[in-house]
């Protein structure tokens, strides 16, 4: 049960109690956030990033911790969002571990760690959440709301939520509804995660940790946050040195065997394990479409922004780029100027983490028409 | 620890000692298989069928079996695979637990089952054993040679090693070598059922049953062997009465979290973990370039068949199309009339055995053309 909070994290006291959509409450709750640039006298010039399932608010190095973050290469003075113009914020999802209150975080009426008490989670309580960080800040309007993967979704319900709160969008590898391959995948990541005996129904420890599901759920996830495509090239049949299995005849022999390993390492014991569950199937909950009677078009037409950008990766089998599509049309038959760019990338869901050279330059110019 | 024997098989007793490619022998080895039609004074109309992973060698009902085969619409009298013209063999592989000796089947040295000490198994022996069916039934030249999935695999295998053996071939969403993507999928079935306290090294039993492990394996292959698009179509974000979940926020409550499950339930006790182990590495160490200096296309040319059809499904992303075309043009380039389709079924890599409408007829075409 532990929290994993960037050093230089700044933090947001939610209302208290505060309701959430499916019902239960929570008490001092808070949102880690961090920032940078300069807000302008006029408060016009503020971007908010809401994210993906795992990242913390640490999007690129700032005074307050100089670590690189994990979008140094597209945040920062003179790129792409150029922190020389924008005042720009980064939320932690509620829900997460790393800051913001979830169920790794003590619940002040019990002083234990939340774990399964924790009420459940929606996309549209990240969302609020995230807006309640702008206002407490003095921003009325949002130059640009910027959503990566989960953080597509909450942007959308932000913008469903808090009409006008935001005079453009880019919506990254995003999607207003989620679909039943990746429901599919979130579900079997859970069940692996739930089937370890370690997972004791949420009460684990450090000691005692469902590290096996957490591995199988984690492998998964980078199973379908890259693409056939790409290992082709870079991993094709090519093996690792003989003794890396020890002659066990199921233990690694592959080069893409070696890459899920690692992966797996670095994220086990670094989320989680019940915030997974939690924002994996807030996920799965939402549908944008639930605001106009089921049709998610339109429910996309009736939001306000005036500007839009829908990008993503053709490889991307997780969110693929017919959601960013649907979301660019859907903008675009509200009345918003909406543009949909589906990028050759061949990390699949994945790309806007590591493919800077083509998700910097749609970014940066969107940017600079606003 | 249960071999699953579809009644009326035949059985086939291989050489023994039976020396395997990577090493170690079988001691009283066997293969199943079944047959339909009546073979020709002049022996010509023999056709092989290769399977996939899990299926036994009951493709379709005959007087021994009337139960419907796997395969029943494709085969039978005055189908696709005629058997009113064809004499029709299908072999259960060997490392399988459906009648082949495999790793649950009984070690004759020890009395015991084989577990892990069952040889490492490869694709070509799974060819051999196949091929040894066939020319004990007194065949020296198959009408035609179909593989299916890793049937597809084995069918190349017994091509390369087994010169002459067929005029023609139907390889059906098959592959001349695994790629990563698909070993990555494997490699994390394996996992599951390898972190699996039950599993214990292979030494399960009926009681001790590594049963959370085989369920996320086999719902990690569902995923794999369908397509989004047929299930965006087939389930959308349909939920299912919410008495399925018993107020579980993570219990199951889309209709595709319920499709895996009855998946999962219909396969975990039918079918050997062990086997599940020993047949995916295999699939995983075959590559047919093996054969001509690591050059795949190479591989293929060399193979002697006249003729020759690869098929596949578009929405495939275990053996995509791609790899099918490979089959075609590199049996071409030998010389061989080959040709590839793609056939449009949303259904993945599983159409072959389930989208009939679309898959008979051009295996119906090729083989009145032969």
Redesign the interface.
């Known amino acids: 049960m532990t929290e994993f909070i960037p050093p230089g994290s700044q933090f947001h006291a939610l209302p208290s109690p505060l309701p959430l959509k499916r019902g239960g409450q929570l008490q001092g709750a808070r949102v880690a956030y961090e920032t940078w640039g300069t807000l302008a006298a006029d408060r016009r010039n503020a971007v908010l990033i809401v994210t993906g399932l795992s990242p913390d608010a640490h999007a690129a190095s700032h005074a307050g911790n100089p670590l690189p973050g994990w979008w140094e290469k597209m945040l920062g003075p003179g790129k792409a969002i150029d922190t020389e113009r924008w005042f720009v914020i980064c939320v932690n999802s509620l829900g997460s571990c790393k800051g913001s209150t979830g169920p790794a975080s003590l619940n002040p009426d019990s002083g234990q760690p939340w774990r399964l008490d924790f009420p ?1 989670l929606s996309i549209e309580d990240i969302a609020d959440a995230g807006v309640s960080v702008v206002k407490a800040l003095g921003i009325t309007q949002l130059a640009c709301l910027i959503g990566n993967s989960m953080g597509g979704m909450t942007a959308l319900a932000v913008l469903q939520r808090h009409p006008g709160i935001a005079r453009s969008h880019i919506n990254i590898s995003g999607s207003a ?5 990746s ?3 979130r ?2 990541q ?3 995660i ?4 370690a997972w004791n129904n949420g009460s684990y420890d450090e000691a005692v940790y469902p590290e ?1 599901g957490m ?2 759920a984690r ?2 996830g980078v ?1 379908t946050y890259r ?2 495509l790409e ?2 090239g ?4 090519v093996r690792l040195d003989s003794e890396a299995n020890d002659g066990d ?2 233990g ?6 070696s890459y ?1 390993e690692g992966h797996a390492r670095r994220f086990v014991r670094h989320f989680d394990p019940n915030c997974y ?1 939690y924002l994996g ?1 807030a996920m ?1 909950w939402f ?1 944008l479409g639930e605001y106009a009677n089921g049709d998610v078009d339109a429910a996309l037409a009736q939001l306000r922004v005036d500007k839009a950008l829908a990008i993503g990766a053709n490889t991307d ?1 997780l969110f ?1 780029v017919q959601q960013q599509q649907q979301i660019a049309q859907g903008l675009a038959a509200g009345g918003c100027d909406a543009r949909f760019v589906g990028l050759d990338s061949p990390q699949g869901h994945d790309a806007f983490l590591v493919d800077f050279e083509r998700f910097c330059p749609p970014v940066a110019g969107f940017l600079a028409e606003i």
Chains 1, 2 share one sequence.
Do not use: N
């Open positions: 459940a509804q989620a679909l039943p391959f429901i599919a995948i579900s079997l859970r069940e692996a739930r089937l370890d005996p096996a591995r199988i492998k998964l199973i693409s056939a290992w082709d870079r991993f094709g049949r005849p199921f690694m022999e592959f080069q893409v065997e899920l569950l199937r799965d549908d089998i693929p």
